[in-house]
């Protein structure tokens, strides 16, 4: 059984700076693709950045590109989203999930809320 458990959300004013964290319990770490959701008040919830089990490749949503950055430890079962530049749009519950390579996102952490003050 894979579990995830996210931390580091917080409140942090626009312009600020914030890192997630996502520790992933279980011996397979290394062998899932790792990613970054969120999900706002009355929104669906969106993809914001993956990474690969040797973080090789990355993903970004546009709205990410230039600001967050993913990064894993596998040597740590930790992932992480760090995000810089932060705006009011980026508050929400950010959720960590993984994934097989080709598989779907099949194991989901309980969320961490992040919010951005104008």
């Known amino acids: 059984q894979v579990q995830l458990v996210e931390s580091g959300g917080g409140l942090v004013q626009a312009g600020g700076s914030l890192r997630v964290s996502c520790a992933v319990s279980g011996r397979t770490f290394s062998s899932y693709i790792m990613g970054w959701f969120r999900q706002a008040p009355g929104k669906e919830r969106e993809k914001v950045a993956s990474?690969?089990?040797?973080?090789?490749?990355?993903y970004y949503q546009d709205s990410a590109k230039g600001r967050f950055t993913i990064s894993r430890d596998n040597a740590k079962n930790t992932v992480y989203l760090q995000m810089n530049s932060l705006k009011p749009e980026d508050t929400a519950v950010y959720y960590c999930?993984?994934?097989?390579?080709?598989?779907?996102?099949?194991?989901w952490g309980q969320g961490t809320q992040v919010t951005v003050s104008s």
């Open positions: 999930a993984a994934a097989r390579d080709g598989g779907s996102w099949s194991y």
């Open positions: 990474i690969s089990w040797n973080a090789g490749r990355t």
